[in-house]
């Protein structure tokens, strides 16, 4: 590797912030108080008191109205205290981004808004983990749940130095307008965590919560759920890691149905995420080791944002929710040599990033073996039907392959492999790959054989349709499926992810099917049926569950073909790759 030039000013700060904050976040695990007292260096708090994170899905036109009122009774029922106010707009497709928007400044509040709903379990982790408050508080913009409730809860969880304070509809003082029928199914539900979770809380699922910023700095980071068990979740991997000074308060809550189909449904979603939760919590033990992976990360204060240099458009720079952005004109190389940040984010051409990309990203720059940090590319669901078909085939397993987790959230992780359009990264580094004639589509396999790391976090991204089907995608299969063989050949093997070996073993089984079909009587014409019966299914599911998620069934019948054509072209391409010669 070559040898790193000496740190700017910029540089400098970066790693004196890395240093500063790995041993404040050290000081802070070991007295696991409630994180109230998190000052920076020299003393000074640099903490509001309390951050209240408002998930938002088509808020409507009064969803600014709403927004005000949620501050105003907070901030009246903590009179002379700094609060700070996080609203994410979880995909909204209303306009309710764009008057939250023009709204901020006048409102005093931080926006988040990213263009694919990815459900409200994974908004809430969004805005609390940029969030600054020595408490974090969650509740729902619709205004369902009393938010002038917010003051009590923090006053109990202060007094009696709580790690959550959380709302229950079962406490003996709480308002609740609740049919029987949910009251039923909400004890079966609760009486079911007990016996998985050990947790005694009567009631998980209320979207009223005040937590300790412990909480917040070590369990949510962890978690994984995006929609209907986040709430369960919180709390079963809380209490796995020692967080367990839990109180239930009274709720005044009104609820406003929309329809039983959408309540089966999501009575079901509950139910698979929550066995979800605990296979890898007791089997798996997913989080522990994904714990142990962000070990060396840490949370931001107000006074700790290292400038980032942003390559960009002046609109996306618009939609950053970061306070330390420095917009620099040009192209990345340009930006590299004249900008004065700490960190390149580099966001390519016709992209949209998350509110959070830059904020989500920073903080696992602390870890000094990170030179940068890339993300999934989500597909929204205001892409043509041809982009959102492709998008379907690249977010299944059967037909996304290695591709997957770029365009679909997966889990944290060190890439060794990625093509990089999008990306935050050291500036020291890029000059390496610059200096070295290396493009970007191969900086993160660059950085990886010198021994740097780029990590992939799902808790973040940016928006940018695929290439559409039909020709147009299986080009880029085709051109990927030859890298990924070159790649195999050249390691003998050792590059093969679980994820290729997967998408092969379908269109091959098919294959096999057909041969025996073909060739075959009697009983091996009987085993070809199976193997092509049990491909046909798999498909059909894969379609299924794509519709499912593009909410379209014209996505679910184009996908089906297109997985299929997606398959045999990766193999062909695959094939090529394995076997062709280099040109060295």
Same mark, same amino acid.
């Given at each position: ?15 004196? !912030? ?6 404040? @976040? ?17 003393? +000074? ?34 009179? $002379? ?23 901020? +400044? #006048? ?11 990815? %459900?409200? %379990? ?8 940029? =969030?600054?408050?020595? !408490? ?33 509809? *079962?406490?003996?003082?709480? @308002? ?9 199914? +909400? ?50 991997? %809380? ?60 949370? &931001? /204060? ?54 959070? !990309? ?19 590319? &989500? ?6 039907? *041809?982009?959102? #078909? ?55 396999? !660059? ?36 890298? *990924? ?15 290729? /070996? ?10 096999? $099917? ?12 009987? @085993? ?8 046909? #299914? #798999?498909?059909?599911? +894969? ?8 909410? =379209? ?19 062909? $391409? ?8 280099? =040109?060295?």
């Amino acid at each position: 590797m070559s040898a790193a030039p000496a740190p700017n000013a910029g540089a400098a700060r970066l790693l004196a !912030w890395g240093s500063r904050r790995i041993v404040a @976040v050290k000081v802070a695990s070991a007295s696991r108080g409630p994180a109230g007292d998190a000052r920076a260096a020299g003393g +000074s708090v640099t903490r509001p008191s309390l951050t209240v994170v408002v998930p938002v899905y088509n808020g409507g036109d009064e969803i600014v109205a709403n927004v005000e009122l949620i501050r105003r009774v907070v901030a009246d029922g903590l009179p $002379g205290e700094q609060i700070e106010l996080i609203v994410v707009s979880d995909g909204s497709i209303d306009g309710s981004a764009e008057r939250l928007l023009e709204s901020r +400044s #006048a409102s005093r509040i931080r926006v988040i808004h990213y263009d694919r709903n990815l %459900g409200k %379990g994974y908004a809430v982790k969004a805005g609390a983990l940029v =969030s600054h408050g020595q !408490w974090v508080a969650f509740v729902d913009a619709d205004l369902d749940l009393d938010p002038a409730s917010i003051p009590a809860y923090l006053e109990v969880a202060r007094r009696e130095r709580l790690d959550f304070a959380i709302g229950s509809k *079962r406490h003996s003082e709480s @308002v609740v307008a609740y049919p029987l029928s949910r009251r039923i199914a +909400s004890r079966c539900y609760q009486q079911l965590n007990r016996l998985l979770f050990r947790l005694d809380v009567r009631d998980t699922q209320v979207g009223l919560k005040v937590i300790s910023r412990a909480v917040v700095d070590d369990v949510l980071p962890l978690l994984l759920v995006k929609r209907f068990a986040f709430d369960l979740e919180l709390l079963a991997v %809380g209490a796995e890691l020692g967080y367990t000074r839990v109180r239930e308060l009274p709720v005044k809550l009104e609820y406003r149905f929309t329809g039983s189909q959408l309540r089966s449904r999501a009575v079901l979603r509950a139910f698979v995420d929550t066995a979800a939760i605990f296979y890898r919590l007791r089997i798996l033990r997913t989080y522990q080791r994904k714990r142990r992976l962000l070990r060396r990360t840490s949370p &931001l /204060t107000p006074g700790d944002l290292p400038r980032v240099g942003f390559v960009g458009s002046t609109a996306a720079a618009s939609r950053l929710d970061y306070a330390n952005l420095e917009v620099v004109s040009g192209s990345p190389e340009e930006a590299a040599r004249t900008g004065q940040g700490d960190l390149l984010a580099i966001l390519a051409p016709d992209v949209r990033p998350a509110g959070n !990309w830059v904020t989500a990203a920073v903080p696992l720059f602390v870890d000094q073996d990170v030179a940068a940090v890339v993300v999934p590319a &989500l597909t929204p669901r205001s892409a043509t039907l *041809r982009e959102r #078909a492709a998008a379907a085939v690249l977010e299944s397993r059967l037909g996304g392959a290695s591709r997957r987790s770029r365009y679909f959230p997966g889990n944290l992780r060190v890439v060794i492999d990625d093509p990089a359009e999008s990306l935050i990264v050291r500036r020291p580094d890029f000059c390496d790959a610059l200096a070295a004639g290396v493009g970007q589509a191969q900086l993160v396999a !660059w950085l990886a054989e010198r021994g740097r790391k780029t990590i992939y976090t799902p808790g973040t991204s940016v928006s940018a349709p695929p290439a559409p089907l039909l020709r147009p995608h299986l080009l880029s299969t085709y051109e990927h499926a030859g890298s *990924r063989g070159g790649a195999a050949r050249r390691t003998r093997g050792a590059s093969l992810s679980g994820a290729t /070996t997967l998408s092969l073993l379908p269109p091959a089984a098919a294959l096999v $099917g057909l041969t025996l079909l073909g060739a075959g009587s009697g009983d091996t014409r009987r @085993v070809g049926t199976g193997l092509v019966a049990a491909y046909g #299914a #798999a498909v059909a599911v +894969s379609s299924a569950l794509a519709a499912l998620r593009f909410r =379209s069934v014209k996505v679910g019948l184009f996908a089906a073909p297109a997985l299929a054509a997606t398959q045999v072209t990766y193999v062909v $391409g695959f094939a090529r790759g394995l076997t062709r010669r280099s =040109s060295a």
